[in-house]
């Protein structure tokens, strides 16, 4: 009787010393994921299709996030990415900086100060909006040549996307590429060779301007969100990196349902990627969220497993509803209930333990 006391404390104490790798408190790796556009009707349109099933039901914590702007109920992507970007309300069309047209310092830059590795990795010019917020301070989000300069302004370790004529086709002359070799990035313009780096830094160039749509682009997306992770990961003090599903919008504003449901099972094959990463490590936040949603798009009737859906937008624009968050990993239980769209930088901050 003893012996079996003493054998069930030994174990009871081993249990308590032990704890797995899944279940710490803190990420040393954040992936950012925005599904631009991405409303709740979008996200179910694209589970409905694909059997009443998407990757990012895996996650474990959910909320919403409030997305008006500075200037507008209604924000776009530019104030949207900014305030995710860096804690700040915006005005609309404005990147990287406060109403006042002060430039405020991105989490992905907060980051590399901490010496963390970053990356970017979008389905589309990797000047386009979102992507910018991370990464640029210009008082307009249409200003792409001076956001293709602001690149050359960090020590990003991988940005994948389009946009290489905003860096080789300049009104300046200037040849960007030239200036990244310069600082020791490999230059990829085709998926091919993304997939080939699997150390130091990565500028991937894969389009003349933005990405082609689904399924003309295939796979780019999960597969460079994929790569980026491989060439991160080999930091070990961590990594930020964000990732855009960019073309659900764009759907969105040209009121194409089925398109758009195309474009979010690209993304949730990204998410799934990545959950897939998250889970095996164990020491990785995701957060999947949007900037705003587009179309006011309803669902009037469906069927699971097929594309007969019947839908309806509202607007060929933004609206200026409530966007859904899903998170999982450690910390994911900081991102639940209704939130600011600002909020998102202070608490990875926290979690990361980042210093200003």
Same mark, same amino acid.
């Given at each position: 009787?003893?012996?079996?006391?003493?054998?069930?404390?030994?174990?009871?104490?081993?249990?308590?010393?032990?704890?797995?790798?899944?279940?710490?408190?803190?990420?040393?790796? $954040?992936?950012?994921?925005?599904?631009?556009? @991405?409303?709740?009707?979008?996200?179910?349109?694209?589970?409905?299709?694909?059997?009443?099933?998407? /990757?990012?039901?895996?996650?474990?914590?959910? =909320?919403?996030?409030?997305?008006?702007?500075?200037?507008?109920?209604?924000?776009?992507?530019?104030?949207?990415?900014?305030?995710?970007?860096?804690?700040?309300?915006?005005?609309?069309? @404005?990147?990287?900086?406060?109403?006042?047209?002060?430039? $405020?310092?991105?989490?992905? &830059?907060?980051?590399?100060?901490?010496?963390?590795?970053?990356?970017?990795?979008?389905?589309?010019?990797?000047?386009?909006?979102?992507?910018?917020?991370?990464? /640029?301070?210009?008082?307009?989000?249409?200003?792409?040549? &001076?956001?293709?300069?602001?690149?050359?302004?960090?020590?990003?370790?991988?940005?994948?996307? =389009?946009?290489?004529?905003?860096?080789?086709?300049?009104?300046?002359?200037?040849?960007?590429?030239?200036? #990244?070799?310069?600082?020791?990035?490999?230059?990829?313009?085709?998926?091919?060779?993304?997939?080939?780096?699997?150390?130091?830094?990565?500028?991937? #160039?894969?389009?003349?301007?933005?990405?082609?749509?689904?399924?003309?682009?295939?796979?780019?997306?999960?597969?460079?969100?994929?790569?980026?992770?491989?060439?991160?990961?080999?930091?070990?003090? =961590?990594?930020?990196?964000?990732?855009?599903?960019?073309?659900?919008?764009?759907?969105?504003?040209?009121?194409?349902?089925?398109?758009?449901?195309?474009?979010?099972?690209?993304?949730?094959?990204?998410?799934?990627?990545?959950?897939?990463?998250?889970?095996?490590?164990?020491?990785?936040?995701?957060?999947?969220?949007?900037?705003?949603?587009?179309?006011?798009?309803?669902?009037?009737?469906?069927?699971?497993?097929?594309? &007969?859906?019947?839908?309806?937008?509202?607007?060929?624009?933004?609206?200026?509803?409530?966007?859904?968050?899903?998170?999982?990993?450690?910390?994911?239980?900081?991102?639940?209930?209704?939130?600011?769209?600002?909020?998102?930088?202070?608490?990875?901050?926290?979690?990361?333990?980042?210093?200003?």
């Amino acid at each position: 009787m003893k012996k079996t006391i003493i054998l069930s404390l030994t174990f009871s104490l081993i249990c308590l010393s032990y704890t797995p790798v899944s279940a710490q408190k803190t990420p040393k790796n $954040v992936i950012f994921m925005i599904g631009d556009g @991405m409303g709740l009707a979008q996200i179910y349109a694209g589970m409905v299709v694909n059997g009443n099933k998407l /990757a990012l039901e895996r996650c474990t914590y959910s =909320g919403f996030s409030k997305t008006y702007s500075s200037s507008h109920f209604t924000t776009d992507s530019g104030a949207g990415g900014t305030a995710l970007a860096c804690g700040v309300k915006t005005k609309n069309g @404005m990147i990287g900086m406060n109403p006042d047209s002060v430039a $405020v310092q991105t989490i992905l &830059e907060q980051a590399d100060k901490n010496n963390l590795a970053t990356g970017i990795v979008v389905a589309c010019a990797v000047t386009h909006a979102t992507p910018a917020s991370y990464i /640029a301070h210009q008082v307009n989000r249409g200003m792409y040549d &001076e956001i293709a300069t602001d690149y050359l302004k960090t020590d990003i370790d991988v940005f994948i996307g =389009g946009g290489r004529k905003y860096f080789e086709d300049r009104a300046d002359g200037r040849n960007l590429t030239d200036e #990244l070799k310069a600082k020791n990035y490999q230059i990829a313009y085709n998926i091919e060779d993304v997939k080939a780096v699997k150390t130091g830094k990565l500028a991937g #160039l894969l389009y003349t301007d933005q990405n082609p749509g689904m399924p003309e682009r295939g796979a780019m997306l999960p597969d460079a969100t994929v790569a980026a992770i491989d060439i991160l990961d080999n930091n070990t003090k =961590g990594f930020f990196l964000m990732v855009e599903g960019s073309q659900i919008d764009w759907a969105c504003h040209d009121n194409k349902a089925g398109q758009e449901i195309k474009e979010m099972l690209d993304f949730d094959e990204t998410i799934g990627r990545v959950l897939d990463y998250a889970k095996r490590m164990g020491n990785t936040l995701v957060i999947i969220t949007a900037d705003h949603e587009t179309g006011g798009l309803t669902i009037l009737d469906g069927k699971f497993g097929s594309d &007969e859906m019947k839908t309806a937008f509202s607007t060929k624009g933004h609206s200026g509803v409530p966007v859904p968050v899903f998170a999982y990993g450690p910390g994911a239980e900081k991102f639940t209930g209704f939130m600011e769209n600002i909020s998102f930088k202070e608490k990875i901050e926290k979690l990361l333990k980042l210093k200003k």
